[in-house]
């Protein structure tokens, strides 16, 4: 049985104390096995994924109104129309979606419907317009609840901001603990708004049979700064559309449900819409009928003066203004379940840095919630907290993903004709449609007031992605590219250079080891003169070279392999070793020698050099022993995720080693591409076992530890070398789309007794 890496033997202290606070903010890790539990049921899922659609409820008439107040008083009768209009195009959506849901139950939304319907180009549409509308839906809803706060609490307006940034904090770190969990944490403040929404119609329905009451703006006069107009009326059904914002994040999270996945969702966003239309409708109508006025100098909010006039103050106003305030915070959860999802979706594509595809400790998308976070700390930063410069931001990525996502389920049915095929090609038709419709008006009422920054910012977002994804494609074929098949190399091809900065353990074991792979080749260097006369002592046969102490010591060292390189064939490898005492474990030993990873990562883009570190730790070393004997066994561990030229070429390196075994090991991240690798091994016919290790905690690094612990090193008599193929990319900004394993794997190993790692780098030409 795996234990949990956290908990291994000599681990330091400080690496204890980060693991600890972790856990305390995070939680407990979570097996991959554990992932079926985290699904959720309806009850959870509804708050989870409709906290944004519901919490809209909130301000969506008081947009509304406040465009329909410009023309006076009695342009606010129209309220209630418009409503209908926007309960109507709901009712379209969730229907649409609905069929979205049953059709597609991996999950992605608009981005996979347009992506596999309509095209590469319309799928990267839908993508980025649902990327801007998960990053607003965070900042609106976090600097709406906010606002709350403040008008209640005026002192705090010098520091809103902070405030905002605080929220978006404790999300993030609330949403890093797991889905499930945070689920539970918000179910209370949704359903509790809910109930008080409800409880606020009920209530306000019984008092309006004898008479209204009248909310305390009800008699401030309006004055008519312009006509009332049909585009008037339409500015204000697109204000009014907010209501729909969020309707998305149920299609996109449809993996996220207990099993039955696609009816469980299908059944949640059709609860989902019930209660969001009947919410909308009666806020409307009790606005109407208390005679609510609302400017943007109004100190309180639509829904805050009708609770007043409706509870007549009192305890139940206070809660209902608790619950407001805290699901229009909280509603920005939805987005923090969507985002995530979508960006591995895209991240598998190759559309997204591929680091957006794993799972962190609790099996959540933790580097697409840290990412959404940051994201929306700098919206709210930029814009300065402002609700209403936000709030022109929003909707267009909406109706953008709605209508490529009703389109593309078009010509789904279209193609595939499925059993009631016609009737949902109405349905989708229909609402692609109308959705079409409310996206010119929403662009041509909000263009001026911010919606041309959401135009200009989507071809931008759809050229990166793409470029994105021309990377990963070009790095495939080079490194399945047949005139770049590394050659039959073996034990005659390796030669050797070792880096002496003093003469001590590390450097006898790293003799030691040389001796043992008996390289064709092999010479000593050093830039301390003083050096010779142990070296001759420890070494006889191996000649040691003082290199001039003028410049960096790794270009000096540099100048020097450069130099040895060119003297061998285009055959050969030429590895630097470098030896290396640490005067303790723990991640301040890495720290306090930046110089010496500065030199060995300096090689990583030099062409035909490998680096191969000798690190022992002072507390190994063991009086009287000679350090610098051949071990007895040399087990040779090769890191793989694929069988590609990069692989291949260092398993060649490998080879030359002379070592007592080689074996590969891959670890079962992804069973699919578990799978491929298989495949791939059996048909590149390398004549190595592959091992396929499980990492219950998708951890490379501590799982790679553990496997070579099973070796049991000791340094002397048995040593194990970890050989990690790292393809290395030319242009810095491609450094951004892979992940450190490398880095990381040599962090965990680095401390290990007897385990020595070295880089394979295979440079990429493009």
């Known amino acids: 049985m795996n234990s949990y890496p956290g908990r291994s033997a000599g681990r330091a202290t400080s690496v204890k104390t980060g693991q600890a606070f972790k856990r305390a903010v995070v939680g407990r890790p979570k097996t991959s096995g554990e992932l079926e539990h985290t699904l959720l049921p309806k009850i959870i899922a509804l708050p989870v994924f409709s906290s944004d659609p519901l ?109 905002c940034v605080g929220f978006v904090l404790f999300l993030t770190l609330a949403n890093l603990r797991g889905v499930r969990e945070a689920g539970t944490f918000f179910a209370i403040p949704t359903y509790g708004f809910v109930l008080s929404v409800y409880a606020l119609l009920i209530t306000g329905a019984a008092r309006c049979i004898g008479g209204c009451p009248a909310a305390e703006s009800s008699g401030m006069p309006l004055e008519t700064e312009q006509a009332l107009t049909f585009f008037l009326i339409l500015k204000a059904f697109a204000a009014g559309t907010t209501a729909l914002t969020g309707v998305e994040a149920i299609s996109t999270g449809v993996p996220a449900f ?36 609302f400017t943007e100098e109004s100190s309180r909010t639509v829904v805050a003066q009708i609770a007043d006039a409706v509870f007549g103050g009192g305890p139940m106003f206070y809660i209902f203004q608790v619950m407001t305030a805290a699901i229009l915070i909280l509603a920005a959860n939805t987005a923090y379940q969507a985002f995530p999802r979508l960006a591995s979706i895209l991240a598998r594509d190759n559309f997204l840095p591929r680091q957006f595809i794993n799972r962190g400790d609790r099996l959540v998308f933790s580097n697409g919630v840290i990412v959404l976070g940051v994201l929306a700390s700098t919206l709210i930063v930029m814009f300065d907290a402002s609700l209403n410069n936000l709030i022109q931001l929003y909707l267009v990525g909406v109706f953008i993903s709605f209508t490529l996502s009703q389109f593309g389920m078009v010509v789904h049915w279209r193609r595939f004709k499925e059993s009631g095929w016609r009737k949902s090609l109405m349905i989708n038709a229909f609402g692609g449609s109308v959705t079409a419709v409310v996206f010119v008006i929403v662009v041509t009422t909000k263009f001026l007031g911010g919606a041309w920054i959401v135009i200009a910012v989507l071809p931008i977002m759809i050229y990166t992605m793409y470029t994105v994804h ?135 883009h030099e062409p035909g050099i490998q680096v191969l570190d000798v690190p022992v730790v002072k507390d190994d070393i063991e009086p009287g022993v000679d350090l610098a004997k051949e071990p007895l066994r040399n087990h040779v561990v090769i890191l793989v995720t694929r069988a590609h030229n990069a692989a291949l070429q260092a398993i060649e390196w490998a080879e030359t080693l002379r070592p007592t075994d080689i074996r590969a090991v ?25 091992k396929i ?74």
Request: hydrophobic content about 45%; cysteine-free.
């Open 666 to 690: 891959t670890f079962g991240l992804d069973p699919e591409a578990t799978a491929q690798i298989g495949d791939e091994w059996l048909r590149a016919a390398v004549p190595h076992p592959l």
């Open 470 to 604: 021309r990377h990963y494609s070009s790095l495939d074929t080079e490194l399945d590219a047949p005139e770049r098949k590394p050659m039959e190399r073996r034990p005659g091809h390796q030669n050797m250079v070792i880096l002496v900065s003093r003469v001590d353990a590390a450097a006898a074991r790293a003799v030691g080891y040389v001796r043992a792979a008996r390289p064709s080749s092999v010479v000593a260097i050093t830039l301390d003169p003083s050096s010779h006369p142990t070296w001759v002592r420890l070494a006889p046969e191996i000649p040691l070279t003082t290199l001039q102490t003028r410049g960096a010591a790794h270009q000096q060292v540099k100048h020097f392999l450069r130099e040895r390189r060119s003297q061998l064939s285009e055959d050969d490898f030429l590895t630097l070793v470098v030896p290396e005492v640490l005067q303790r474990r723990g991640l301040l030993e890495i720290i306090r020698r930046p110089s010496v990873h500065r030199l060995k990562a300096a090689f990583l």
């Open 693 to 766: 290790e499980d990492s219950p905690y998708r951890d490379i690094g501590v799982s790679l530890v553990e496997f070579v612990r099973r070796l049991k090193p000791d340094g002397t008599n048995n040593v194990v070398t970890v050989v990690i193929p790292e393809f290395v990319v030319r242009k810095r900004r491609h450094r951004l789309l892979h992940g450190q394993t490398a880095l990381i794997v040599k962090r965990h190993l680095l401390f290990e007794r007897g385990v020595l790692v070295t880089s394979v780098p295979y440079l990429l030409e493009k």
């Open 55 to 163: 919490s809209s409820n909130a301000y969506a008439t008081q947009e509304m109104l406040l465009v329909l107040g410009v023309a006076g008083t009695a342009a606010l009768t129209n309220a209630i129309p418009i409503s209908i209009a926007v309960g109507l195009l709901l009712i379209t959506v969730v229907a649409s979606y609905r069929q979205t849901v049953r059709a597609y139950p991996s999950g992605g939304g608009a981005y996979v419907v347009a992506h596999e319907n309509l095209g590469v180009f319309p799928g990267l549409m839908a993508a980025a317009a649902l990327i801007i509308d998960y990053v607003l839906t965070v900042a609106v809803s976090v600097v709406a609840g906010v606002d709350a706060i403040v008008s209640a609490s005026e002192s705090l307006e010098p520091i809103k901001v902070e405030i």
């Open 258 to 293: 207990r099993y039955p996945q696609s009816r469980n969702a299908a059944t949640t966003l059709g609860m989902m819409g019930a209660m969001s239309i009947s919410m909308f409708l009666g806020i409307t109508w009790l606005a109407n009928q208390t005679g609510v006025r």
